[in-house]
């Protein structure tokens, strides 16, 4: 336990929060470190006792809105003051403005060792608490919104936040080593950087204990049906596979905006029989799944680094992954699966076809695969190393 | 005749005596993306038809954008919006003002709107009758769908309006819509009249989704107005591919993951990688400008890959004039006006086999025809014609041709005519 309490704000997250940020929080909370979760959505249940949960103000609900104003134009008007400021700067339309304003009011009356923003977006959207709190700042990098989103033309306000915010984290927190070079490009020094891998709990995602080798190989995927996913170039890879008689079947886990694109995909290459869509699922139905298949399938075209990938790995699968963002960093090619190409459905394809051959090889690499994860990827080795980076921000003066 | 009394009169469309009267249901109108609707209306009310437009949403920027619809006085009255939703507590007015109109001009047609409906429906009726009261006040001979979806669930229209039902199917309906869902376009099948597709590859598709054989259907492509596209000056360069004369490649079209964007620029990866010097450019808008503009990046041709945004169709036109070849690497598509219009430009395609693409363009005569989600295929077709001025002097020719002979706009109109005919 700690010597010294951490009271840690967590910026910018959703509710439910994403499995692998609750997890984190969990952990961290689990270490006895003091957190407060701050979110737009409206917390139905809690995600422990020792946590608590803000919603923020917004004009979406009037009445909470006002009182809060009120209050702190009483108690706090020096805060409430400087918050208004920084947003009719930072803002043109009124609207926004009023909504950034209240949603700075919901810091006033609390005191953090650390504010960390889950996302570069979260770290743009409430740019002015830099200057408002007298707080540690840290930033999490976790993939598109560094690797993909500033490359459309029409986004180039983001490259700016990014850069502007990178200068006044205190830290940053890279889930890969190829994340944060691209991060770099944005001006992120690399002495602020600290690379944490994500975590998988290893207790609850565990292999299945006996494989069955017969009937249809058995491929799962899951992720969001969004285009980063590149789902259509693994339905190819599966058509191609049925091409040369490799009888397979194939999972995707996860919903999302471009189902229609799936199902139109699976519906033109004539995989009906072939391809199953089960949706979004709960986490122990995620776990079935994978415990139920023969090999993890990921064709992403730009990953952080694969949540979905440890999990599948803790399950003892062998992995097929494009090599994009920190996917290397979790797979060796040749050791825990194999990494092939982006956009390349015919090396994708061969590589399945190796797996699927040679059960021999596919349990070997599942070994691996979950040694790898033991080694590298708990649940306790992140908590430990973001417990260890907040403290040692904590010792070094603030602001240079 | 008919057109010249169209365009003297003006604004008196009642005193018209026309040949019936025509009810097109569109989701916005106007709009660039579907100039054909915009065609399509001015041609039948000049063949004399009585036409309406039935749209959700009508937009005054996208009004400036058509100066044919501007430079008429008898269309903006044709065009009925759809009363508005919000705020909802002025929908019980509204309703009842329209109600009240409704009964004062339409009086026979309402009552049995209502009868019929109150059969059907119960109370809900009121809220059907909000909807539809542009219709009752237009009373339609025929009530055209221009897009499959929109005709789920209205068919009810046929007997509570005594009016024909004709829909069309223009691609994403029959390629995504509810796909799904068991049944989707089941009511459509059972009670339309008549059904429109692009073309036959379209009608394939409705009757894998469940469409009878027998069912009444026409097949009538898209169109352009010849003349309005003038090649003149395009001119075939000789020694292209060089770093002082890139290939000059041209793709138009929403940004759209179906428009396959994608495989297009690994195309042009590949033409680089074999020596070829290549400045790609992209018209058009749409939200999947994040994964195209990230594919530009991944594959490193920020330097030779140009997005262009929205244009009006002076710029396309002068664009078509500047390229070489028109890239098409769709994954799916109705039928693709924009390749239509590169033809009538003069401009060698290479496009996908997606749909109505292998219709649209007569593969190794207006130019190749390769499968869809494969660069390489891509890659290949284009380098053959940067390799031959003559070729894409060829192709480009009898593109216009094939244009001219099979999708000029007054074979549509005629051809929409007779179907309504037909119909009615």
């Not at chain 1, 919603?55 to 003051?81: G, N």
């Not at chain 2, 503009?293 to 594959?299: D, G, I, N, P, V």
């Not at chain 2, 395609?349 to 190749?368: K, P």
Request: charged residues 25%; proline residues 5%; glycine residues 6%.
């Amino acid at each position: 336990m700690l010597k010294r309490p951490i009271r840690l704000a967590i910026v910018g997250v959703r509710w439910p929060p994403e499995t692998f940020i609750a997890r984190k929080i969990a952990g961290l909370a689990a270490y006895g470190v003091d957190v407060t979760v701050f979110t737009s959505g409206v917390p139905s249940d809690g995600i422990g006792p020792e946590i608590s949960v803000i919603t923020l103000p917004s004009l979406r609900h009037k009445k909470a809105a006002l009182k809060a104003c009120l209050s702190l134009l009483v108690s706090k008007p020096r805060f409430t003051q400087r918050a208004l400021q920084a947003v009719s700067l930072r803002e043109s339309d009124s609207w926004n403005k009023l909504n950034s304003f209240l949603r700075l009011l919901a810091f006033a009356n609390r005191q953090f060792d650390i504010i960390h923003f889950e996302w570069n977006s979260a770290a743009i959207e409430f740019e002015p608490l830099f200057d408002l709190l007298d707080s540690i700042f840290v930033i999490s990098c976790r993939g598109a919104q560094v690797q993909v989103a500033p490359h459309n033309p029409d986004r180039r306000k983001l490259a700016d936040g990014l850069r502007r915010t990178f200068i006044r984290a205190n830290a940053v927190h890279c889930v890969s080593e190829a994340i944060l070079q691209e991060a770099a490009k944005y001006g992120l020094d690399r002495r602020k950087a600290h690379v944490i891998r994500p975590a998988v709990d290893v207790d609850f995602f565990q292999p299945r204990h006996a494989r069955s080798s017969s009937g249809p190989i058995q491929l799962v995927t899951t992720g969001s049906l969004i285009w980063r996913k590149g789902h259509e170039y693994a339905l190819q890879a599966i058509n191609l596979l049925k091409d040369r008689h490799i009888d397979v079947r194939f999972t995707i886990i996860g919903d999302g905006p471009e189902r229609q694109r799936v199902l139109y995909t699976i519906q033109d290459l004539g995989l009906e029989k072939e391809v199953q869509l089960v949706g979004s699922v709960p986490p122990a139905h995620v776990r079935d799944l994978l415990q139920q298949a023969d090999i993890f399938l990921l064709s992403s075209l730009s990953e952080g680094i694969s949540n979905a990938v440890l999990e599948a790995m803790a399950c003892g699968l062998p992995v097929v992954t494009t090599d994009c963002g920190g996917m290397r960093e979790a797979v060796t090619d040749g050791i825990e699966g194999f990494t092939v190409p982006v956009r390349d459905p015919e090396t994708m394809a061969a590589a399945l076809a190796k797996l699927a051959r040679d059960p021999e090889l596919r349990s070997r690499m599942g070994r691996a695969a979950r040694d790898r994860i033991l080694k590298q990827f708990t649940l306790a080795q992140q908590t430990a190393a973001f417990i260890e980076l907040y403290q040692s921000l904590m010792k070094v003066p603030k602001h240079n | 005749m008919a057109v010249i009394t169209a365009r003297q009169t003006g604004a008196n469309i009642e005193a018209l005596s026309r040949v019936g009267r025509i009810a097109l249901i569109v989701p916005a109108f106007p709009k660039l993306s579907e100039t054909f609707i915009v065609s399509k209306f001015l041609g039948l009310l000049d063949k004399g038809w009585d036409v309406r437009i039935v749209c959700s949403t009508s937009d005054e920027a996208e009004w400036r954008r058509f100066p044919q619809l501007l430079s008429r006085t008898d269309v903006r009255q044709r065009v009925v919006v759809a009363p508005p939703v919000k705020p909802r507590w002025l929908v019980p007015v509204r309703m009842a003002l329209l109600l009240l109109r409704s009964l004062i001009q339409r009086p026979a047609a309402t009552t049995r709107y209502m009868a019929q409906g109150w059969k059907r429906f119960g109370v809900r009726v009121l809220k059907h009758f909000y909807l539809d009261a542009n219709l009752i006040l237009a009373q339609p001979d025929v009530v055209h769908f221009e897009f499959g979806a929109l005709a789920v669930n209205r068919m009810y229209l046929r007997d509570l309006l005594g009016c024909k039902i004709v829909v069309s199917f223009r691609g994403y309906d029959l390629n995504f819509s509810g796909l799904d869902q068991a049944g989707y376009y089941d009511d459509v099948w059972a009670y339309a009249d008549h059904i429109h597709c692009l073309g036959y590859d379209l009608w394939q598709r409705a009757l894998r989704r469940g469409c009878p054989p027998e069912k009444p259907h026409t097949l009538i492509a898209p169109a352009i107005d010849i003349d309005r596209f003038s090649p003149a000056e395009r001119e075939i360069a000789q020694n292209i591919g060089t770093p002082d004369r890139p290939l000059r490649l041209l793709s138009v079209g929403r940004l759209e993951w179906k428009k396959g964007y994608e495989y297009g620029l690994q195309a042009v990866k590949l033409l680089r990688e074999s020596g070829l010097e290549v400045e790609y450019r992209i018209i058009g808008s749409g939200h999947y400008l994040d994964a195209i503009a990230f594919c530009r990046h991944q594959l490193g041709l920020e330097d030779c890959v140009h997005f262009l945004g929205p244009q009006p169709q002076s710029v396309v036109l002068d664009n078509m004039r500047w390229a070489d070849i028109f890239m098409h690497a769709a994954v799916t598509e109705g039928f693709c006006n924009a390749v239509i219009e590169a033809q009538a430009m003069k401009l060698p395609v290479v496009t996908s086999d997606a749909d109505g693409l292998s219709e649209n363009v007569i593969d190794g005569c207006t130019g190749f025809v390769v499968p869809r989600r494969n660069p390489h295929a891509l890659a290949e077709k284009v380098r053959i014609l940067a390799e031959s001025p003559e070729l894409r002097a060829k192709m480009g020719e009898a593109g216009r041709n094939h244009v001219i002979e099979h999708f000029a706009i007054e074979r549509q109109i005629e051809a929409f005519s007779n179907l309504y005919k037909q119909v009615l």
